[in-house]
């Protein structure tokens, strides 16, 4: 039979903190061992995941398979997005903020009057149904090749500064502008790195609180029709021409 989630999520909350099942125990105040808990034989009362979210910033919903997000911080920068709207049908909006609105979008992130001065839309699709999201038309070679000046990109908001997953492209909302970059959470010194794509732009290192919203790339609306890579390899070119060399031979025979 297999166990609860949240007995064997305990279990692994335990061993990432390098504890034993009998020192565990003696810090949650609950016996001699963590023993039964695991393996399913007594159930994890309210106390014991109130003690696990007060000292170790365990998320619940987590611990009963509800939620990906393991840890919740007290002390985490809250992002969520101060305004939305919501369609005809009782959907939220996907807003757009397209390069000229973004001039103004920091400072106007709690005024519902410049969201209603934004072009809206929504997609007929249900992973677009389950969260927040916004578009923003990029500006500037940053992040080239991957996202093109004036390309468009739909983006997901995010609740708190933890879920940045290191490495992935996030629009970064600053108290003076718009940023799309590759992002580096240093929990440590409370910075965030940004990176971009194009090797000729700085890498930069900003503080939390310079930070007003943060939104995850998510996909990408473009004109562009992929092409051919240039850098073919000379043999492959040459292996082609000789099968239809192989080919006009066989026709003249």
């Known amino acids: 039979m297999d166990l609860p989630i949240e007995c064997q999520r305990l279990r692994i909350v335990r061993e ?3 504890e034993t099942q009998s020192s565990f125990a003696k ?5 001699n061992s963590t023993t039964d808990f695991e393996r399913g034989r007594t159930k994890l009362s309210g106390i014991l995941v109130l003690k696990l979210l007060s ?14 997000q393991k840890h919740l911080n007290p002390n985490a920068l809250e992002l969520h997005p101060k ?16 390069e000229k609105a973004a001039a ?15 072009p809206a839309f929504s997609f007929p ?11 923003f038309q990029v500006e500037g070679f940053s992040m080239t090749p991957i996202i093109q000046p004036s390309e468009w ?13 290191d490495g992935n492209i996030y629009v970064i909302v600053e108290n003076e502008g718009i940023r799309i970059k590759k992002v580096i959470n240093n929990s440590s010194n409370q910075t965030l790195s940004l990176i971009s794509i194009n090797p000729e732009y700085a890498p930069d290192v900003i ?27 000379l043999e492959e070119m040459h292996a082609d021409i000789k099968t239809l060399q192989e080919e006009v031979a066989k026709l003249k025979q």
């Open 125 to 135: 699709l249900a992973e677009y149904r389950n969260a927040t999201f916004r578009g």
């Open 153 to 165: 990109i739909i983006t997901k908001a995010i609740a708190n500064i933890e879920q940045i997953k």
């Open 55 to 68: 000292e170790y910033h365990i998320n619940p919903l987590w611990l009963y398979g509800q939620s990906e």
């Open 16 to 18: 990432s903190l390098n």
């Open 207 to 233: 503080p939390y609180a310079q930070v007003q919203e943060i939104w995850e790339y998510h996909s990408k609306l473009t004109k562009e029709i992929a092409h051919q890579s240039p850098n073919k390899k």
């Open 83 to 98: 305004v939305v709207t919501i369609n005809d049908t009782g959907y939220e909006n996907i807003l757009m903020v397209n």
């Open 27 to 31: 810090k949650l105040n609950i016996g």
């Open 104 to 118: 103004g979008y920091s400072g106007n992130l709690s005024n519902p009057a410049y969201y209603k001065e934004l």
